[in-house]
Structures are given as C-alpha cells and as structure tokens.
DNA sequence: TAGGCCATCTGGTCCT
DNA sequence: AGGACCAGATGGCCTA
C-alpha cells in the first residue's frame, strides 16, 4: 500500500518552485504567470490591471494590496502569493490522491478481468455504476423467486439504474450499455463474483451480457 | 507518431 | 482570510 500522502508530504522540487508568481514589475503592474498558459490565461493574467480592463479589478486590486490593512512591500507580497500557491498546490495535490486512494479502493472491489487488469477512473466509475445496479437486479430478483410470484415484478419500463431512473448520462433503461468498452474481458455475466444471474434473465438481463457490457 | 490516460499546476468561485 | 472544489492547460508516459 502505498504512502498516504497526507502521512507523507509530498516534497517535490517542481515548475512551480522555479517559476511560480514571478513576482511584480517595477511599475507595480502584476503578471501573475509567467509559465505556459492556455490561451485565457494570457488573455487574463497577463494583463495590467486596471479597472478599465478586469470586472471588479479595483476590487482586487484592494484585496491584493491587502485591503485597508498596512500596504506590503512588493517583495512581501511576492513571497506572501508564491507561499499561498505553494499551499494551495499541496492541498490540491493531496485531494487528488485521496480521490485516487478512494478509486483503488472501489478497483479493489469490482471484478476485472484479468485480474490485474486495472480499469481506468473513467471504467470504474462506470463499472461500478452498472455492476451495482446488476446487484440491485439480481437481489430483486431473487426475492421475488424466493417468495413466490407476488408482489409481481415490475414492468421492465420501471425498471432502471438504482439512483432511480433518472440515469442521465450514465445509461439508460437497460444501465449495462457500453459507453466506453476499452477493456474487452470475454468473460460472461455468469463469472461475475457474487452476481447469480437468473435463469431466466427476462426483461433485466436481455440477452448475454459480457462484462465489458457493464463498462 | 497520434491518441489516451494521468499527474500536476493554476486561477476562479464558493463556502466557512 | 483561507480552504475546498472545480475546470482548463500542460507535459510525460505508454500503446497501437
């Protein structure tokens, strides 16, 4: 398992060690980024600002001069920004990898095929949305099997994704579609782990459904 | 070599 | 004021 990065912060020696808030130039006009920039960051950030080119500039104007408080000399507020970013990029970097701890932890659930196959964020969102829902499915149907025919099933039209239907772009009626089948297993329903599928699939499971399906 | 995926940096916005 | 979240941009790595 590796490090958390939180129990282990991260020290990278990066761009934005040497290149990040260049600073100020003589005449006070801020350019905040001097890096390679998209398009709207030129457009944006290397600009003067004035009041007759930003919305609300004058605004931040105040703010980065520190509003009514002790105006900084220009190398303080150098120093202040370069630490601020240098924060705010440890932070984001941390959420980053906490969100990709959490992805590992949902691959770590979720079947694959091959078993080191490791399904990209995009495939196990997906995955895991549709293998849910199969779970959900076959849960219900295993109940209705096991306490007779009623209440009766109902119609397929009801019948959608477990966050209640309304799939939007995670799939429609039928949630195993394939959006974005880049792993290509040829493995049947039937192997997944934990997952029964019926007999007699119906309405639920139309036809053989390969995991790639649930992708 | 093009395209996909990913990590990282960055500025903006919203919230506390 | 500062943190969380987000989306855009960028560059690196890998594969067909």
């Known amino acids: 398992m590796a490090p958390h990065p939180l129990d ?59 509003g009514r408080s002790r105006p900084k000399s220009e190398l303080a507020l150098s120093k202040q920004r370069r630490s601020r970013r240098k924060k705010a990029n440890d932070r984001e970097r941390n959420r980053m990898h906490n969100l990709n701890s959490a992805l590992d932890a949902l691959r770590g659930v979720l079947p694959t095929f091959p078993d080191d196959a490791k399904l990209t964020k995009i495939e196990t969102l997906r995955f895991a949305h549709n293998y849910i829902w199969a779970l959900t499915q076959t849960l219900r149907i295993a109940d209705h099997s096991f306490y007779g025919p009623e209440p009766p099933a109902p119609p397929c039209g009801e019948m959608g994704s477990p966050d209640g239907g309304s799939t939007g772009d995670w799939g429609s009626l039928y949630s195993p579609v394939s959006q974005a089948g880049s792993l290509s297993p040829t493995a049947s329903l039937e192997e997944l782990p934990g997952l029964q599928v019926p007999s007699s699939p119906t309405c639920l499971l139309p036809g053989a459904l390969a995991l790639s399906d649930f992708l």
């Open 8 to 66: 282990t912060p991260s020290i990278q020696v990066t761009r934005d060690t040497q290149q990040l808030f260049p600073g100020t130039s003589d005449n006070g006009v801020l350019c905040a980024k001097s890096s390679p920039a998209s398009p709207t960051l030129r457009a944006r950030d290397c600009a003067v600002i004035e009041a007759s080119d930003c919305r609300g500039a004058s605004r931040k104007l105040r703010a980065w001069r520190g």
